[in-house]
Structures are given as structure tokens and as C-alpha cells.
């Protein structure tokens, strides 16, 4: 098992270099998140051994029952939140994240503005944009970006980049493209964008982060498919 986790490891880190080397890019200034949701603490730590750092979480709940632990003995993990946050649990994600990517509507801006000052801690900020106007899905809509970012300057947060998921099922690189020029427009440095069907992909267009789960740690199970 550790030596599989450390293979699917350096098989990615190899993909991400040479999509970055055909882009003419640092392989060194983009940040693999291993997306560790779903998956228990016996999965995790060959994934640690094998020197990966960057995790992401979907849930707040989870990753505070697995996390703590895992981190105590591991200097230099950073833990990224890429999933839907209430604005009840603000406070608790900005205590045990270190990023924050689902940043998404007006009310959780307050929340993680509050949350920020009370906790004195500033999480990395990403705004979640609803980049291919799904009506299910979440992120802010395209054309409410501007506002959003001005409140979240007026609250006095930082947001950092933009993240997005475009839609499943059809070809991801206009959508990379279009948050790529977002981010540039609005002078944001960072682009969270790419999972493990498109990450190389998302990489030659811009991506400073890429979210892989399945290609590191295999098929989630089905509960967590339909989730
Ligand atoms: C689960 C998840 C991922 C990882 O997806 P894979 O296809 O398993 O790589 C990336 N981003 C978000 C927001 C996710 O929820």
C-alpha cells in the first residue's frame, strides 16, 4: 500500500511537470492538493510518507475528526477546504484550515469576516465561481464576481484566486480559460481548477492549484459517488 500511494504520487507530480514544461511554467509553483475526502487515516499516512503535504477536505465535520491526529506528528500539512461551508461553521473551518476554496455569496463573506477577526487567523481565501452557470451547482454567479470581491475588500478580507469545477461531461478548457482571464481581470494570483480527469489540462492554462483525489487514492465508494 505505502509503495502504490507513493507511485500514484510520483506518477502525478511527473504529469503535473511535464504539463507545466509544455506551458512553459514552474512545475514548483503549482500546489497538488491530495483530496483525502472519504478516505481514513490508513489511507492517508502513506500518502504523508511518501512526502505529500497539501490535503483537501469537502467537509468540516470530517476532516476535524480525522485531521488533528494526523497532523500532530507531521510538521508542514496544509489543509484546504474545497467544499460547500455554512456560514455557522465559518469559525471552526477558519481554525482548522489553512485554505479556504468554496468562498461563494455574501453571507458567508461576513461569516469568515467575523470568524477571521475572533480567531485571528487569515486562511488563504479562494472565490468558488459558478463558471459554467449550472443552476444546481454552487459558486458564485460569473456576473456577481465583481461585487463579491468588493464586499469581501470592504469586510477586510483577502481573497487570493479564484476556484471553479466546470460542468461534467463536456470538454473543461474554455471554463479553465474563462477563470483564468477572471483571476487576471480582477488581479487575483491564485486559480484552483483540475481534478483527476483534466488536471494536466488545467495546468497549461493557469491552474496554481490542481484537486486530485481519485487518481491518488483510487475510486471513492459508492456512498460518497452519490454524494
Ligand atoms: C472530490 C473533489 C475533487 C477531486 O475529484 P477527483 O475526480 O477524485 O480527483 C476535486 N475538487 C472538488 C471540489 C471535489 O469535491
Known sequence: MMSEAADRLAEVRANIADAAKRAQRK???????????????AAIRP????????????RVQEAAAKWPELRAGTPGVVLHLIGQLQSNKAEEAVALFDAIHS?????????????????????QLFVQVNIGDEAQKGGCAV???PALLAEATEAGLTIDGLMAIPPADIEPA????????????????LRSMGMSGDYETAVMLGATHVRVGT?????????????
Request: with cysteine; hydrophobic share 50%.
Open 27 to 41: 512545475a514548483e509553483d503549482i500546489c497538488l492538493i491530495a483530496v483525502s475526502k472519504t478516505h481514513d487515516a
Open 47 to 58: 500518502l504523508i510518507a511518501a512526502g505529500q503535504r497539501d490535503f483537501g477536505e469537502n
Open 103 to 123: 468562498v461563494d455569496r455574501s453571507s458567508l463573506v461576513q461569516a469568515l469576516a467575523r470568524a477571521c477577526e475572533k480567531t485571528g487567523k487569515r486562511p
Open 143 to 145: 456576473a456577481d464576481l
Open 174 to 189: 474554455p471554463f479553465f480559460a474563462l477563470l483564468d482571464e477572471l483571476a487576471e481581470r480582477h488581479a487575483l494570483p
Open 215 to 227: 487518481a491518488l487514492f483510487g475510486a471513492r465508494g459508492q456512498a460518497a459517488a452519490l454524494d
